[in-house]
Nanobody, 115 residues
Framework: HVQLVESGGGLVQAGGSLRLSCVASGSISSLDHMSWYRQVPGQQRELVASITSRGNVYYVDSVKGRFTISRDIDKNTLYLQMIRLNVEDTASYYC?????????YGRGTQVTVFS
């Protein structure tokens, strides 16, 4: 198992930007994939973006063109750059790491976008 610690959330006006970070307790180079999920109270957790060990990326339609997932293997860190935020992006954001045999979530970081 890998422990994950997210940071970078906060309160931002609509149209603004934030960059989320997720630091892993161990090397991320061997992980099958890493992802960012988000969840609003009372709703299911939603996959936002994912990056594979080969660097292939996926985005949910609602964030395409606005969010960018990336990783720094040397720093064991996953990022989510978010621009042109809107109120619908308000949620708790969770980092997820999957070894291919199972995965772990971090505790999350809150993103609140106000108009």
């Amino acid at each position: 198992h890998v422990q994950l610690v997210e940071s970078g959330g906060g309160l931002v006006q609509a149209g603004g930007s934030l960059r989320l970070s997720c630091v892993a307790s161990g090397s991320i180079s061997s992980l099958d994939h890493m992802s960012w999920y988000r969840q609003v109270p009372g709703q299911q957790r939603e996959l936002v973006a994912s990056i594979t060990s080969r660097g292939n990326v996926y985005y949910v339609d609602s964030v395409k063109g606005r969010f960018t997932i990336s990783r720094d293997i040397d720093k064991n860190t996953l990022y989510l750059q978010m621009i042109r935020l809107n109120v619908e992006d308000t949620a708790s954001y969770y980092c997820y790491a999957d070894s291919g045999y199972g995965g772990d979530y971090g505790r999350g970081t809150q993103v609140t976008v106000f108009s």
